[in-house]
């Protein structure tokens, strides 16, 4: 049954002919490979044998002659002290002839069925008194022969010519036994790789199907439920299976957060909602004074703000989650932002009768968005006076450390366990769930800090000990070049007295 989308079908199909298509060129690759290193050395055997063996007949044919000459007769043409079955057992069979110096046939093979004429070319050179001439000689027959010529010499003068030969087929004969082998090898060897290749092949293509029912299997069910699997006597699909393996542990992880986030999320969202209606609902129960009104409606707007500003908190780490960039990114002068953030903190830190101190350097370039290190920056602070009782001091400095820009935010509050200190940056995380609302707020604002301090290349730890406070530390790249020297501390004590 057709789902009714060819554009699917069609793209499936190009996908299964450029696999195909992959699977096919590697093959042939790998066949061409093959087939250069058999021919190569083939190839050298071959002419390497040729030479030997057309070496091997000339010199036959020339001591053949030679012999020939030496028992010929010049005074009884035709009469030669010769018996062809002397050279029975030899490697070739010899035919031979003489001339006399007119080139008149003389003695003739009986092997040869009729004489073979001598070319010019032939007469010309084997005149001379220490010719010896190697040609190629073609029977009345047609039949080829690769012959010697010499002279044959009485008292140092030439009496005549005397001509061995061989058939170049029989010459030839082991060279085409030697060249039908090595074709034949060669195509054996050929034949072997090509089913090795086809057997490689074969179960490539099973252990990727099986990478592959895997992968749909994942895809259908969800990550948490499956993993590639390859032979282990395969290490590169156990490599590429350890790859996908590792992805999909961090897609896990990466799902498993989103989940506890959302989770998370849902509760914080929840716990204002519901007071919100509960307010409401009881204020709606009867008649009530203004005053009583009046308070239920400050209950309400506490929460707003709750929610508000747990909104914002999400929507900023949706941000840094989706791996925005800084909106502005310019020279910011971090003791400037922390006189800024301390002056916006003043009114808590006088309403809570909390002692807010300020040291910075003057000249502290760092590159980033001036709002996010605000940000940064106020929810230390805001942290350290939630935390903070009456009559405690909250410290904030910033200063210099060789090409780096140190901001400490101190306070003398009730202080976290070593325990604690590597998850006071995950999101929600809260060191004692049963604090107070009023104290604690959703659990995302050290979460912030850490991912501003990581996205302007920086980071963000703490010491702390119960009952000793806390002290929280960020270090931020200075600006290049900008210069050691820094103006007077500026220090400022922010103290409501009652």
Not at 104 to 131: D, M, Q
Not at 233 to 260: C, I, K, W, Y
Not at 355 to 382: H, K, Q, Y
Request: neutral net charge; aromatic residues 4%.
């Amino acid at each position: 049954m057709s789902d009714g989308n060819p554009t699917r079908h069609t793209r499936a199909a190009a996908g299964r002919e450029v696999v195909m298509t992959l699977r096919r060129r590697f093959q042939l690759g790998i066949l061409a490979l093959v087939a250069v290193t058999l021919a190569v050395p083939s190839i050298l055997l071959y002419l390497l044998a040729r030479q030997e063996v057309r070496g091997d007949v000339d010199q036959f044919v020339s001591d053949k002659a030679r012999i020939l000459a030496e028992r010929a007769n010049p005074s009884v043409p035709g009469s030669v002290v010769f018996q062809e079955r002397d050279w029975a057992g030899d490697r070739f069979i010899p035919h031979g002839q003489t001339f006399d110096t007119d080139w008149n046939i003389g003695f003739v093979s009986k092997r040869l069925t009729a004489p073979i004429p001598a070319g010019e070319a032939v007469r010309r050179e084997a005149a001379h008194p220490l010719g010896r001439v190697l040609h190629d000689a073609v029977a009345p027959d047609g039949t080829r022969y690769r012959m010697a010529t010499v002279s044959i010499l009485r008292d140092q003068e030439i009496r005549g010519y005397a001509q061995i030969g061989v058939r170049e087929s029989e010459r030839d004969a082991p060279l085409r036994r030697l060249l039908a082998t090595l074709v034949a090898g060669n195509l054996l060897a050929l034949g072997l790789a090509w089913l090795g290749l086809r057997f490689l092949d074969e179960h490539w293509r099973l252990a990727l199907a099986s990478l592959g029912d895997t992968a749909r299997e994942v895809s259908a069910n969800g990550v948490l439920r499956h993993r590639f699997v390859a032979p282990p006597e395969d290490p590169d699909l156990a490599q590429v299976a350890g790859a996908f393996n590792s992805l999909l542990d961090r897609l896990t992880q990466t799902r498993e957060s989103q989940q506890q986030f959302i989770a998370d999320a849902s509760h914080e969202l929840r716990t204002p909602l519901t007071v919100l209606r509960g307010e409401l609902e009881v204020a709606l129960r009867r008649e009530r004074t203004g005053p009583e009104y009046r308070e239920t409606i400050e209950a309400c707007r506490q929460e707003v703000e709750r929610l508000s500003r747990l909104a914002d908190n999400l929507l900023t780490l949706a941000h840094v989650d989706a791996g925005a960039r800084l909106s502005e990114v310019q020279a910011v002068d971090l003791g400037t932002a922390c006189r800024s953030v301390a002056e916006r903190f003043l009114p808590w830190a006088e309403r809570d009768r909390i002692t807010l101190r300020v040291t910075a350097t003057e000249s502290l370039p760092v590159r980033g968005d001036r709002i996010a290190l605000e940000r940064l920056l106020a929810n230390l602070v805001e942290n350290a006076l939630r935390y903070s009782a009456p009559q405690d001091a909250v410290e904030l400095s910033a200063r210099r450390d060789g090409g780096q820009a140190v901001v400490e935010v101190a306070d003398h509050g009730p202080g976290i366990a070593e325990d604690q200190h590597a998850r006071i940056f995950e999101r929600f995380h809260r060191v004692e769930s049963s604090r107070p609302r009023h104290r604690g707020g959703a659990g995302l604002g050290l979460a912030i800090v850490k991912s501003l301090a990581e996205i302007h290349g920086g980071s963000v730890t703490v010491r702390s000990r119960i009952g000793q406070g806390s002290t929280f530390t960020v270090r931020l790249p200075l600006v290049p070049g900008a210069g050691p020297e820094g103006g007077p501390p500026a220090v400022a004590d922010h103290v409501k007295t009652l």
